[in-house]
């Protein structure tokens, strides 16, 4: 059997084994034989009651094999008549893997597992029965036993589509087969042709079939006999499985269509016919197998014949009679290569010849064919409604078309990514780089930024590969099947295009030679996919074959061919590095030997290049790149690690950590892409630094920091130049000879949602789901501007003149934006929803927006703040779906169209004062029509005000009449899908529309034959498209930023508009010689393209506050705040050396610092909105602690605050101390995968209990209610207020990274609850009592699948955990069971509520928990326990577990944990509880006689909010409202505290001087002392009934005589020792609230001061007061400070100097001596301040010597302008002032690098370089900062919002 030559043509199973002799075979039951009289031969018969006890088995015995190879298997039966019949093959695949195929009439429905196939039979009828028509008018009546008409069938099965397609499995053999009762069988056989029963041997020789062909007749011994004049498909049935025929809708065999069976097969003559052939695409979509059968799978011609037709130059009329809006496809896919342009022959036909609708195709014979399956066009119906004259048929008219053809060519696109930003290539030559942009692969030269584009794919692009010398390009598309495309670069044509029946292909690699490609996806079921083709001949034009493939458990995220060898290649991805080898056609791979490094994930493999392809394997190294870290060095031969180096982050002190971080426990810092060439290795990380390092890695010698993350790196050919992509879409190169850096391009990192030109600067910008508003150079593709946004843009549009735009966001506001000036010139908040339309008038006069909501606002543009002229209500349809241009202006500015105020009606409206001038009712213009048209987009002509374009929803676009209403004409089937945008050309001789992904230009008067082109390249629908002003180009957005050359001939060729034109068109390069000196004129400072160091809004890296030295500058400048800033080049910085790297032709970037925003609305606003939104009723706020109720705040989020890029902030955070006891369910714990999370404020902390050390998910900005995590701890939502009034915010976290996934925002109060599914398929969000509403969410893709609205207020919420479908809440009104149904995509919830029983009272039903599959505890606020029946949805007991309101339940086996708010934590058994049966009544523990057994308690010190336990409840975390994390272990009974933190207030936090301890004092009297560098509590001092509300440490040299003194409410000190943990003394010095306490330099005396601003100096030896201070009387002291200081340079004795500032704006300054009993006034500074009329107290005064040289102090306070303020003590003068956008609540000045931090009510911690101005951003605390204090060596930070402490590191700006 080793030749299969002996199996063709085909083989006669039953003769093969002959069968009669039953040696080979086996018989078992009623099995028989017969002559059947219809076929004239003796037939076998089987027969029994039971199918499987009556069978033929061939062959014999389990161990045999047939070892048929032929792909069809054939099978000449007869089902016996009202029988059950079952036939099974076993089929073996390449893998060794068996899979059963069976198939019979029992079956019901389609099944599959990874080793059997079972599909329904549908047995077919004799030709005009009465079973016949059944199956034609009722297609499911024949499921089930055979008819009596059934009829002898030839049923051909294709194994090899079978296997391949079910089960993406190689087909080898068939096995064996059983034949089960009931049947008569003729014969069986297999072969490697696709014959056709109904062919005669004669007729085949007439039409030319031959097995050459690959098809033919069946062989004669095997043919059914028909007699002369019948047809042999009136006799018999043949049934082909896969079918093209009409079938069920599931996978199914059964009879087709005899008709197309036999052109099927006659189709093969002629390779011209099969390559135009049209396929029917108008079946079910439901009906895989038919439509993949009809789309994808390969025809059966000859693959070694050449195509006949090599171009296409026109094709015909294509019937659609059946294929509806498809048009034809191409069955040769290696010749589907898609168009720029397609232009359509769309010719007018009356409506009575609507059967005859077609479409003529031109495609350009260069281009190939195109995508048509995503924008085919039916037949288009032009009708000038006025006059009904149908357009000419004549041949004249049908040559006419519109000219030029094409009319547009893609010029250049602005976008990089989409699938993937890991793949761009160098070519060989290093002068250009090849990279995806979604579906169109582009090769820019880096010198001009000139583009190429290689069109083809479908969907996005998702890996590439270049051949060893760049003359041979691969890609590979995303997709459920992934198609691979293989180009000649040079060319740009597509040489071959094939499938892999795989999703997820993630990575491409060919070989040096180009001989060898290999590609890694994923499979059906999610298992890695290996595969490797020969592409030897492609360039040949030869086909591509598979070589070897591969299905394996094993994670590859990187593949790599080796440059030396075809046949070997390298990969890498979580837990392994694997090395590969193809041998005799199969894939083998050996693992690398990890060691301890087992488990890491590993990111990149590259080899040592450089060296000749000859060099020995035994010095081949392979270096392998980790994201914890490490480089691996690996011996190829030996498969041995050599060397292993990691990169952690820099300058990491010990002291501060609990343990020391060893070489594989510290964090290091992720390497995602590794390139080495022959002298240096480049690494691109986490931290977005790209590094090169010498082959040894002994130090980094150049490095340059990005944006964002580092995704790839990859060195040039000849080592001179090294690339870099980032995930933020950013691509740059790095020069490493002039070390400089380059940027090529930069993208929107998701979809753009609309744009607008600037036509006199030719800049564009950009709005983006991204949050980001960019501006660009058109000519050069440079990013100018980019404002980045917490609230996301919707529309954007530029002034007509000025150098001004506007940007509309959803929240409703609408900014307006100078450039010239970098400032925001106005800000609106006059819509409620988002902004939907933004418009200027032509003449500059006016300015439009439109909400969601439907209101329109008008503004008067012509002043600097666009004042608001009128606001009209319900004047817009309501709606999203018009964004982003929803108005049109007229060209005389007269006119604003817009549709509304019903998506029925289109408004024409006076554009200067909003007047309704014309209503126009689009929905009656067609009578006849079934569906009401409703209006999407409007348009002006801009050379005939008189035309208002509509474009609607039943795909039309009608030409209004401005001035009667009236419909001009019609233009109908415009886009297969909706028409997203449309616009007209300035002279109204062209129309541009965009539908789905395809933009169209058509002729505006719609005269001629062809009126249209179209022209595809977008992966997503476009948002938007227009001319640019200057009419020459076109812009379509939507995945990317398209830009098109219009290349229409202009109707007065010569004239000033294009002269004005093609003035203002300048190259790049001369752009940028021209531009600077413009830009400097206008104080705008152009973008070179260089990666941002910060992340302003607008953007301004990095921002800089304005300072102004008072010996230079006027008073007048004071105060002012500077918008420009210093080039943002990235730091290409030669490590050892120390001035800044060099930088080719520098251009800095002007961008904007972010004004305040103005958030508070009118009393008459706040009215309304709670009127809308609670319809006149107010909630009632439920009385039960569990419901979690924000804390109040006066405090209001600052939207304008500029953030830092990642990886350049000048502080990080590094620890959170506390945990937020006002959460409810805040807390979240997984033993098994060691996870530990919590919130504090806004963050939510990641903790890791073996070490102590935190990991921080930083996304929202108010107080985190709830968390919930993922069963398998991969994932955490965490909800959290709006900031300003929006909805809440709810984030998903990725544990592994800490990324944000998705954010949520739905409801409207705050989140209640959240939850995941057991299977972690569903999660689930709960309102609070504002917005009951339950909301359920795929985890998957976290859009919402249903929401219900329920009656009162929801507590608790909870999936069951063994049926995936039920789920339970808890609230006011009772328990609610609820249960969802699936419908496809869809999921309905049934929502069931059941009172409380009656037993308990008027209760609130406060948690709940499952128990076993059918119970359900829950708790009550008065204590009781109720246990519920799921299945009855009965209360069955109930007991009292608590005194006070139980909030917390959990259940785990039979014992159950309740925590309430009298501090008790109670564990229960409840196993008993499973025998209680149903009674009349709902029974109490002691009525029915079951025992709940409490067998452990204990006090906590606070209310229980949080509790995770493990799966048998011995040990767990519990939280309280102390702002304890407790770790409980009932074993041994045992609590210690996890987390501690401060409850209320905190007042003030303090550094030990040599920063071993801090101390924190609090609103509730305590004194809290924490070890530094754990941050764990030491040891606590509290005070009853007083408030501490300022300490301070003394200045002792040991830790044995370190004591804190702190200053309280009643007026007295209290000094602690911290060696003995006791109270030292309690002085009394004043005698009301202490608000400030410091000991002196030298620590002889100890200062305080009073409410009443009284100053006390006291002695810490025997408490006794030295004296009081009287200056400051009246006015409340907020700051001490003591510094040593001699005093003599200032004309005073004294060796320190210590100041007191009170609210007064007053500050003091005095010298003293303290041994000498000196204390003098060294000076008095006053600060003016005008009245302050505001409600709340004004903010407060602040002081502060400058570390660096004491003889300045730093003041902040209330005052003329928000600033602070440096005065020189021996200048007597202030010399310096830096301006603040907010007043500061709180300030610190550092011991190093000059940095202030600055606090304010805005919660925003400002860090700022005193000498330069230039400052950061921070926004982690979720409400106003108190307090905060540098260390002493200035190396931390603390900062402090109410009980939020956070520890920072400094790094510096």
């Avoid at 017969?34 to 009651?49: A, E, H």
């Avoid at 200057?1030 to 000033?1056: E, K, R, T, Y």
């Avoid at 544990?1295 to 939850?1315: E, M, N, P």
């Amino acid at each position: 059997m080793a030749s299969k030559g002996w199996q063709h043509p085909y083989v006669n199973i039953f003769k093969h084994v002959r069968i009669e002799d039953w040696k080979k075979s086996s018989k078992e039951g009623d099995v028989s034989t017969y002559t059947d009289k219809k076929l004239k031969c003796s037939v076998f018969r089987i027969r029994g009651s039971v199918p499987a006890n009556s069978y033929i088995l061939i062959p014999k015995h389990s161990h045999q094999s047939l070892g048929l190879t032929g792909q069809y298997f054939y099978l000449l039966f007869r089902p016996t008549p009202g029988k059950y019949f079952v036939v099974t093959l076993d089929v073996a695949a390449e893998e060794g893997q068996v899979v059963r195929i069976s198939f019979s009439n029992m079956f019901k429905e389609f099944k599959s597992t990874p080793t059997s196939l079972q599909f329904p039979f549908l047995c077919g009828a004799a030709k005009d029965s009465v079973y016949e028509s059944t199956a034609k008018s009722a297609r499911h009546g024949l499921v089930g036993p055979a008819p009596t008409s059934v009829r002898w069938t030839c049923l051909t099965l294709d194994l090899q589509y079978t296997l391949h397609f079910y089960l993406n499995r190689c087909y080898s053999y068939l096995k064996s087969v059983k034949l089960c009762a009931n049947m008569a069988v003729k014969n069986m056989f297999t072969s490697d042709l696709l014959l056709d029963p109904g062919v005669s041997f004669s007729e085949a020789k007439l039409m030319g079939l031959a097995c050459s062909q690959g098809t033919g007749p069946i062989p004669r011994d095997m043919a059914f006999p028909v007699p002369k004049g019948n047809s042999w498909h009136d006799l018999y049935d043949c049934i082909r499985f896969p079918s093209e025929g009409t079938k069920l809708p599931f996978d199914s065999i059964q009879k087709g269509n005899p008709r197309q069976d036999a052109r099927h097969v006659s189709n093969h003559r002629s390779p011209i016919r099969e390559e135009s052939r049209c396929v029917s695409l108008s079946k079910p979509v439901q009906d895989r197998v038919s439509l993949i059968q009809q789309i994808t799978t390969p025809k059966s011609l000859p693959r070694n014949q050449p195509p006949v037709v090599t171009s296409i130059p026109e094709l015909g009329v294509v019937s659609m009679h059946q294929s509806g809006d498809w048009l034809c496809h191409n069955d040769d896919q290696h010749q589907q290569e898609s168009t720029r342009s397609i232009s359509h022959r769309l010719t007018p036909r009356p409506p009575c010849d609507a059967d005859d609708d077609g479409i003529h195709v031109f495609v350009h014979p260069e281009e190939g064919l195109g995508k048509h399956g995503e924008e085919s066009e039916e037949e288009l119906v032009c009708t000038p409604v006025a006059h009904l004259v149908r357009s000419s048929s004549s041949k004249d008219t049908k040559e006419q078309k519109l000219l030029p053809d094409p009319i547009l060519r893609l010029s250049r696109i602005i976008g990089f990514g989409g699938a993937t930003t890991k793949c761009v290539l160098w070519t060989k030559s290093g002068d250009a780089v090849v990279y995806p942009c979604h579906a169109i692969i582009v090769s820019m030269k880096i010198s001009s930024n000139q583009q190429r584009f290689f069109i083809g794919h479908t969907d996005k692009v998702s890996a590439l590969a270049f051949n060893g010398n760049t003359t041979v390009l691969a890609s590979a598309q995303t997709g459920n099947h992934s198609v691979v495309r293989v180009w000649n670069y040079n060319k740009g044509n597509c040489l071959a295009m094939f499938r892999i029946h795989a999703h997820s292909l993630s990575s491409l690699s060919f070989s040096y030679s180009g001989g060898i490609l290999c590609g890694v996806g994923k499979d059906s079921h999610s298992k890695t996919m290996v595969v490797v083709w020969n592409t030897l001949n492609v360039s040949k034009g030869g086909e591509v074959t598979i070589l070897a493939k591969a299905h394996t458990d094993v994670d590859v995220h990187t593949m790599k061919v080796a440059f030396f060898d075809d046949t070997r290649l390298v990969s890498c991805g979580r837990d392994n590095i694997r090395l590969w080898r193809v041998r005799n056609g199969t894939l083998r791979s050996c693992p690398v030997n990890l060691g301890d490094y087992h488990s890491l994930d590993f990111t990149d493999v590259a080899f040592e290049e450089g060296n000749s392809s000859y060099q020995h394997l035994d010095d081949r190294t392979l270096y392998a790149s980790s994201r914890s870290g490490h480089i691996f060095e690996i011996d190829y031969s030996r498969v041995v690690i050599r060397n292993v180096r990691r990169l952690s982050p820099a300058q990491q002190q010990h002291a501060e950590r609990r343990e020391k971080w060893t070489f594989n426990t510290g964090p290091g810092i992720a390497i995602n892409s590794i390139s080495v060439s022959s002298s240096f290795c480049a690494t691109g990380s986490e931290d977005g630094f790209l590094r090169l390092w010498p082959l040894d890695f002994s130090a980094v010698f150049l490095e340059a920091e990005h944006e964002g993350p580092v995704s790839l790196v990859s060195v040039s050919s000849d080592s001179l130049q090294v690339l870099a992509a980032t995930s933020t879409g950013n691509l740059g190169f790095l020069d490493v000879s002039s070390r400089g850096y380059n940027t090529l391009m930069r993208s929107h990192t998701d979809t753009v949602l609309g744009f607008s030109v600037d036509g006199i600067r030719r800049h564009l910008t950009t709005a983006s789901s991204d949050g980001t508003v960019r501006i660009w150079n058109m000519d050069s593709l440079h990013q100018l501007y980019d404002f980045v946004s917490e609230d996301s843009p919707c529309s954007v549009a530029f002034h007509p003149s000025e150098q001004v735009f506007s940007c509309g966001f959803s929240s409703g506001i609408v900014r307006v934006f100078d450039i010239s000036s970098a400032k925001l010139l106005a800000e609106h908040k006059q819509h409620r929803g988002e902004v939907v339309g933004l418009a200027f008038s032509p003449d500059g006069d006016f300015m439009y927006s439109a909400g969601s909501q439907g209101s329109l606002a008008l503004y008067n543009s012509s002043e600097e703040e666009h004042s608001v002229i009128r606001v009209v209500c319900n004047m817009i349809a309501q709606g999203t779906e018009r964004a982003p241009d929803a108005l049109t202006v007229s060209s005389d500015s007269l006119c604003l169209a817009f549709v509304g105020p019903s998506e029925y009606i289109v408004t024409i409206a006076d554009a200067r004062s909003l007047d309704e001038l014309l209503h126009v009712d689009v929905s009656i213009l067609d009578v006849e029509s079934p569906r009401l048209d409703s209006a999407l987009k409007v348009c002006f002509s801009p050379a005939s005000t008189e035309h208002l374009l509509v474009a609607t929803s039943e795909n039309k676009i009608l030409w209004v009449s401005t001035k009667t209403g009236r419909l001009l004409r019609e233009v109908s089937k415009v886009h297969k899908h909706q028409c997203s945008s449309l616009a007209v050309s300035e002279d109204s001789r062209f129309l541009l529309t965009a539908g789905h992904n395809a933009v169209k230009v058509w002729d505006y008067n719609m005269q001629l034959g062809i009126n249209s082109q179209m022209f595809i390249g977008h992966s997503q629908p476009i948002r938007q498209v227009s001319f640019t002003p200057d009419q020459l180009g076109v812009v379509s957005v939507g995945d990317a930023i398209f830009l098109w050359d219009f290349l229409a001939n202009p109707a007065n060729p010569v004239g000033s508009l294009t002269d004005s034109c093609s003035r203002l068109r300048v190259s790049y390069s001369s752009a940028a010689k021209s531009a600077l000196p413009e830009a400097e004129v206008h104080g705008v400072q152009l973008s070179n393209g260089m990666p941002r160091q910060t992340a302003p809004l607008p953007t301004s890296p990095p921002p800089r506050l304005d300072v102004s030295t008072m010996d230079q500058v006027e008073q007048g400048a004071l105060g002012s705040l500077s918008l420009c800033d210093d080039t943002p080049t990235i730091t290409t910085v030669p490590v050892p050396a120390t001035g800044p790297a060099s930088s080719s032709n520098p251009r800095p970037a002007t961008s904007f610092l972010k004004v305040t925003e103005l958030v508070n609305a009118s009393p008459q606003n706040t009215s309304h909105l709670d009127t809308v939104e609670f319809k006149g009723k107010t909630p009632v706020r439920p009385d039960c602690y569990r419901h979690f109720f924000p804390r109040f705040k006066t405090s209001i989020l600052d939207q304008a605050a500029v953030t830092p890029q990642p990886g350049e902030e000048g502080i990080k955070l590094k620890a959170v101390i506390g945990y937020n006891g006002n959460g409810r369910g805040n807390m979240v714990w997984s033993p098994d995968q060691g996870l530990f999370a919590y919130s504090c404020g806004c963050v939510v902390v990641v903790e890791y209990l073996h070490t102590g050390s935190q990991r921080h998910l930083q996304g929202h900005s108010e107080e985190i209610s709830c968390l919930a995590v993922t069963n398998d701890a991969q994932t955490v939502a965490s909800a959290a207020g709006g900031s300003n009034g929006s909805r809440s915010l709810i984030c998903i976290w990725d544990v592994q990274t800490g990324a944000c996934r998705k954010t949520i925002s739905y409801h409207r109060g705050a989140v209640q609850s959240l939850a995941f599914s057991r299977d972690d398929r569903f999660f689930l969000s709960v309102g609070d009592f504002t917005d009951p509403e339950v909301a359920l969410w795929s985890s998957k893709t976290f859009q919402m699948l249903s929401s219900v609205s329920l009656s009162g207020p929801i507590h608790d919420a909870a999936f069951s955990p063994s049926a995936a479908s039920q789920l339970a809440c808890v609230g006011s009104q009772g328990v609610y069971f609820c249960l969802m149904h699936s419908h496809g995509l869809d999921v309905d919830l049934k929502v069931q509520r059941v009172r409380a029983p009656a037993e308990v009272g008027d209760v609130e039903l406060t948690a709940l928990c499952h128990h076993m599959d059918s119970f359900l505890f829950t708790a009550t606020n008065r204590g009781h326990v109720c246990v519920w029946d799921i299945e009855t949805q009965r209360c069955l007991m109930t007991w009292e577990a608590d005194e006070g309101e139980i909030g917390v339940l959990l259940c785990r086996g039979n014992r159950l944990l309740t925590g309430s708010n009298t501090r008790w934590l109670r564990l229960w058994e409840v196993e008993a509880v499973q025998g209680v049966k149903p009674q009349g009544k709902v029974s109490s523990v002691g009525d029915s006689g079951t025992m709940v057994v409490l067998e452990q308690e204990i006090m906590l010190d606070g209310t229980t909010v949080s509790a995770a336990f493990d799966n048998t409840m011995d040990m767990g975390i519990v939280g309280t409202t102390a702002g304890t994390l407790w770790y409980i272990n009932w074993s041994d009974s045992s609590s210690i505290r996890l987390v501690s933190g401060h409850k209320s207030k905190v007042n003030d936090v303090v550094f030990s001087p040599d920063e071993s301890h801090l101390t924190t004092c609090s609103e509730d009297g305590s004194v809290r002392v924490w070890s530094a560098p754990s941050n764990e509590l030491v040891v606590q001092f509290q005070v009853l009934n007083q408030s501490c509300s300022c300490v301070c440490w003394s200045p002792a040299s040991s830790k044995e005589s370190a004591c804190v003194a702190a200053g309280y409410s009643d007026g007295t000190l209290r000094i602690f020792r911290l060696s003995s943990s006791e109270m030292e003394m309690k002085l009394h010095p004043h005698h009301v609230s202490v608000t400030a306490v410091q000991y002196s330099a030298d620590g002889h005396v100890i200062l305080s001061a009073g409410k009443n601003g009284l100053v006390a100096i006291s002695s810490p030896v025997n408490g006794a007061t030295i004296r009081v201070i009287r200056d400051h009387k009246g006015a409340s002291i907020t700051t001490i400070q003591c510094v040593n200081e001699q005093c003599k340079n200032f004309g005073l004795e004294g060796n320190e100097m210590w100041l007191a500032a009170s609210a007064d704006r007053r500050v003091s300054v005095w010298a003293a001596d303290w041994l000498k009993e000196k204390c003098d006034l060294l000076d008095w500074l006053t600060f003016p301040a005008p009245a302050y009329f505001e409600d709340d107290t004004p903010p407060p005064t602040l002081a502060a010597f400058c570390p660096s040289d004491p003889g300045l102090v730093v003041y902040t306070g209330y005052g003329v302008e928000k600033e602070l303020s440096f005065y020189s003590l021996a200048k007597k003068q202030i010399i310096k002032k830096i301006a603040l956008p907010h007043w500061a609540t709180c300030f610190s000045l550092s011991s190093k690098s000059q940095l202030i931090a600055v606090g304010s009510k805005e919660r925003v911690l400002k860090l700022i370089k005193s000498t330069s101005g230039r400052f950061q951003d921070f926004l982690q605390h979720s409400d106003s900062l108190q307090t905060c204090h540098f260390s002493p060596s200035g190396t931390l930070l603390f900062t402090v919002a109410y009980n939020e402490i956070l520890l920072w590191e400094v790094r510096g700006l």
